[in-house]
């Protein structure tokens, strides 16, 4: 009997010492840089500018030894007659800036992800625009993200 409560309890304390290995591993996992949502694959625009379309929230992330970010939009709203779009950035789940995207028009806005030090490889920003439309839900064209 002593002898299966013995394995028994070492069975026990390796799945705990498993379990805790993956919660570590997951918390900051490596592969998450290059982890999306929201945005749908890369197209390239007669002009060569490289871009992909963002659904109403749009995830990606990046390293977080990175202190500045320079987002290249294009709001695309043409549903409701010229008025602008608006877009607000998170960092980690931290408001960073709103602002607004005019139609059709290309614009570049730097922005400052310094922060807290969150001792992983990896930030998550999200975009959350406001009005989206159409069928695919679509509104706003992500370009390349330019990091500092």
């Avoid at 028009?105 to 922005?111: D, G, N, S, T, Y």
């Amino acid at each position: 009997m002593t002898r299966r409560r013995a394995l028994a309890a070492s069975g026990v304390v390796a799945f705990l010492v498993l379990i805790a290995a993956a919660m570590t591993y997951l918390h900051d996992p490596p592969w998450i840089g290059s982890v999306t949502s929201g945005l749908r694959d890369w197209e390239q625009e007669p002009s060569g500018t490289r871009f992909r379309w963002a659904s109403s929230h749009a995830t990606f992330y990046v390293p977080s030894d990175r202190s500045t970010m320079t987002l290249s939009l294009e709001g695309v709203f043409g549903e409701t007659d010229g008025r602008t779009g608006t877009i607000d950035i998170t960092v980690d789940d931290r408001w960073l800036a709103t602002f607004t995207l005019p139609d059709s028009e290309w614009i570049q806005r730097r922005l400052t992800i310094a922060g807290e030090s969150t001792g992983r490889r990896y930030r998550r920003i999200d975009m959350r625009v406001r009005p989206t439309f159409g069928h695919r839900n679509l509104s706003v064209k992500l370009g390349e993200v330019a990091l500092e």
